[in-house]
């Protein structure tokens, strides 16, 4: 509950402030000129003109808004390898168990990085930071945490470009000693026809530790069915016939 004394004047300022120095200069008058109860006039004329600046008195009761706290849930393909999803959900469960025993905070639980246009454009999870975020003003953000493997592919240029101040962490899955892989196509034909056998060259890239040199299996599958396998090192290229046996 807060007090406050507000005003709302009955005339304008000017006139006011011109009543009050009318006021003073009665006042002082009678206290020169020692008229009999000159400090009941004087203490009139205030209360006159403090009637005319209409005071009042306000009661407030204020109830603080919460601070928003944003947990961004990657559920990228890359999530689900390597019981990285299991690790995901139990690391969600305590982080709302924590935020949720201070007082004063709201959470709010998006998850990102699902669906035909992830695989397409990459994990986007600015993106969705941002639309969990649009309807709150940035002095109510309280903080955010994105709960992913590290690949996101929307990262802002500036962290002015994130539109708060609040502090943003990530808690990365996985092991220290795993290894990013990637299977790049270099060369593959740009048309062929029913029947024929076609070579696609592919480079095999691994980011991880350095000693991380073993030989990868690279396995080609048509319709459910194994067609091609190959053994590659990390670095190489490998050149893979494949049949076009239908369109």
Request: negative net charge.
């Amino acid at each position: 509950m807060i007090w406050s004394l507000s005003f709302d004047p009955l005339v304008p300022i000017w006139a006011l402030a011109l009543a009050g120095a009318v006021a003073a200069v009665l006042a002082a008058a009678a206290m020169l000129m020692r008229l009999p109860a000159w400090p009941l006039r004087g203490l009139a004329m205030a209360l006159v003109v403090i009637a005319l600046a209409g005071p009042a008195i306000e009661r407030e009761d204020r109830e603080p808004l919460t601070s928003v706290v944003s947990i961004v849930v990657d559920e990228s393909q890359s999530q689900r390898l390597d019981g990285r999803d299991a690790t995901t959900a139990a690391a969600l469960e305590a982080l709302e168990d924590r935020i949720s025993a201070l007082p004063g905070y709201e959470i709010r639980v998006t998850r990102a990085g699902r669906g035909e246009g992830a695989a397409a454009d990459g994990t986007a999870l600015f993106s969705a930071l941002a639309d969990s975020l649009s309807d709150v003003p940035p002095e109510r953000i309280g903080g955010a945490v994105m709960i992913t493997d590290g690949q996101v592919h929307d990262i802002p240029e500036k962290a002015a470009d994130l539109g708060f101040q609040a502090p943003l962490h990530a808690l990365i899955t996985g092991r220290e000693d795993e290894v990013d892989r990637r299977l790049a196509i270099s060369r593959a034909p740009k048309f062929a026809l029913v029947g024929s056998e076609q070579v696609v060259t592919l480079q095999l890239q691994d980011r991880g530790p350095a000693d991380a040199q073993t030989r990868v299996r690279i396995v080609v599958r048509r319709d459910g069915e194994i067609v091609s396998e190959q053994r590659a090192l990390p670095g190489s290229t490998v050149d893979i016939p494949i049949e076009i046996a239908h369109g």
